[in-house]
Each structure stands twice: as C-alpha cells, then as structure tokens.
C-alpha cells in the first residue's frame, strides 16, 4: 500500500527545513555581526591614522612655507645689495678713479 503525505507531516517537515535555515541564518548573522566589528575597528584606526597624518602634513606645508618665505627674502635682499654694491663701485670710479674688482 502507497504511503502518502499528509498535511501535518508536511507541516512537520516544512517546520524542520524552516527551523535549519534559521538556525543557518542566524549562525551567518553572528559570524558577519562579528566580521563587521572587526572592520569598523579597523576603520576607526584608519581614519584616526589618516587624520593625523593630515595633521603631520599641513604642518609641513606650513614649515615648507615659511622657509620659502626666508629664502625669497634673502634672494630679494641679496638683488638689493648686489644693485648697491654695483652702484658703489660705480661712485667709487666715477669721483675717486678707483676700480674695485674681485680678487681671486
């Protein structure tokens, strides 16, 4: 004699497939609940890295600032006196006859 399914053993079964991919899913939620704390973690050190790397940088920038400023500066101040030096020179020829040149 053929055996049939009934409703309540299918209800039955389909309670057992139920309850496995349940339990799979939340066995799958804790592992990726768990991966994900990890990784906001590693984020946080991350970005915590790259702001202070950011810090290190602008603080940089501004001493790279600076000693161009410095270095412009001499370079404007060096023109200025080299302009006068010439300028001296020339006076010193023109009212004394005396040529200054670079000794070597």
């Known amino acids: ?5 009934t409703k309540k053993d299918l209800g039955e079964f389909s309670d057992t497939i139920i309850g496995a991919i349940n ?3 939340q066995d799958f939620e804790q592992r990726n609940n768990a991966q994900l704390k990890v990784m906001d973690g590693r984020l946080w050190e991350l970005h915590n890295e790259v702001s202070e790397l950011r810090a290190q940088i602008q603080k940089l920038t501004v001493t790279l600032d600076v000693f161009l400023k410095r270095l412009t500066d001499f370079d404007d101040e060096f023109t200025i ?3 006068e030096v010439d300028l001296i020179k020339d006076i010193l020829k023109e009212k004394l006859g005396v040529e200054v040149a670079l000794q070597k």
Do not use: I, S, T
């Open 81 to 83: 006196l080299k302009a």
């Open 1 to 5: 004699m053929p055996e049939y399914l």
């Open 23 to 25: 339990k799979q899913l």
